[in-house]
Structure formats: C-alpha cells, structure tokens
C-alpha cells in the first residue's frame, strides 16, 4: 500500500498519522511475507493496535473540541476496526487465524476507504478551527 496524495485529508498532522498507519500496514505485510514467527508478528499487531488507538483518539479529540457534527457515527466505525484488529489478535494468537492476504486486504481496504470516505469529511471543520 503505498501513500500518495489522493490520501490527503489536507491536514498535516493527520496526514502524518496515516501514513505512520499505512507504514505499519506495509511492515505487517512484509513480515508476514519473508516468514517471520509467530512473536515477530504478534509484536507487529500489537504495534498497529497500539498506533491504531492513539491515532483515532487524536482524531475524536479534534472532533469533540471542534464541534464535529459527524462525531458520533465516525467513532462507531472507529471502533468497530478497534474491535477487528482486536479480534485478529486473540485469533492469532490462539492459532485461530492465519495473517492471510485477506486480513492484509481488509486492513488496507479498511483504512484507504475510511480515509477517503470518512476523514476527508472532517477537513472543512478542521481547517476553519485552524489545523492546517
Ligand atoms: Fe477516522
């Protein structure tokens, strides 16, 4: 998954978070696809657990200070991919759940389709209360 600018929710703080998210993304990838053990990647989730809560929390504190009217709707599908990311890791860890291609494709589906379809709404809002 590469960044390129139609990811851009034109605030560059934000912009800096997801790429971060899309990095660790792509070192999950490649860990899984050079055969790295079962420790390595639960390490890698664990890290792209953590980095996941502490983006959308920043994400949700803008939202709330701002006013944001879409506040609530947008952290229900925060967590629900809190949830999922959750779900893999207990899967995983309890050999349930292989780090397939389809949990890479879901997890880099998920997050290009909520930053296109979810965060570029907020911008206008962030913008005017100065984000830039
Ligand atoms: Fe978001």
């Not at 390490?43 to 504190?61: D, V």
């Not at 803008?62 to 944001?68: A, L, N």
């Amino acid at each position: 998954m590469n960044w390129s600018d139609d990811l851009s929710v034109g605030v560059s703080e934000i912009d800096e978070q997801h790429k971060k998210l899309v990095a660790q993304i792509n070192t999950l990838h490649d860990a899984m696809r050079s055969g790295q053990g079962k420790d390595v990647l639960e390490k890698i989730l664990g890290e792209l657990a953590a980095y996941t809560q502490y983006h959308f929390t920043a994400e949700e504190e803008y939202m709330q200070k701002f006013g944001y009217p879409a506040y609530a709707p947008h952290k229900k599908e925060h967590v629900a991919f809190v949830t999922k990311i959750a779900t893999f890791q207990e899967a995983y860890a309890a050999e349930k759940l292989g780090l397939s291609i389809e949990v890479m494709t879901f997890l880099r589906d998920w997050v290009a389709g909520h930053i296109r379809g979810s965060d570029t709404h907020y911008t206008a809002c962030f913008r005017e209360h100065g984000l830039a």
